[in-house]
């Protein structure tokens, strides 16, 4: 009995103490990595993509016209859809 309660508030534990602390692609939180950063400059490339036509926003705040310009950008993440416009 001490042996499953000890197991229990084990992974209450580690399962409370690691929190996301922003939104990633996989919905999950990496509490052993470092904070996801939008652009990794070791993702960029000229890579060919299709010329489909799908919006996508950038974590970067910039529409890109799919998925594969947004990632040859380095982009690490994205929302479908255009970003939003600042009116002025």
Not at 36 to 55: F, Q, R, V
């Amino acid at each position: 009995m001490k042996r499953l309660v000890l197991l229990l508030s084990i992974l209450t534990s580690l399962t409370t103490a690691c929190q996301p602390t922003e939104v990633k692609p996989e919905g999950q939180a990496d509490c052993d990595l470092p904070p996801m950063s939008c652009i990794d400059p070791t993702k960029i490339k000229d890579g060919p993509c299709t010329k489909e036509y799908e919006l996508v926003c950038g974590c970067n705040g910039q529409t890109y016209a799919n998925t594969c310009l947004a990632s040859n950008a380095g982009v690490q993440y994205w929302t479908k859809g255009p970003c939003p416009t600042k009116n002025n």
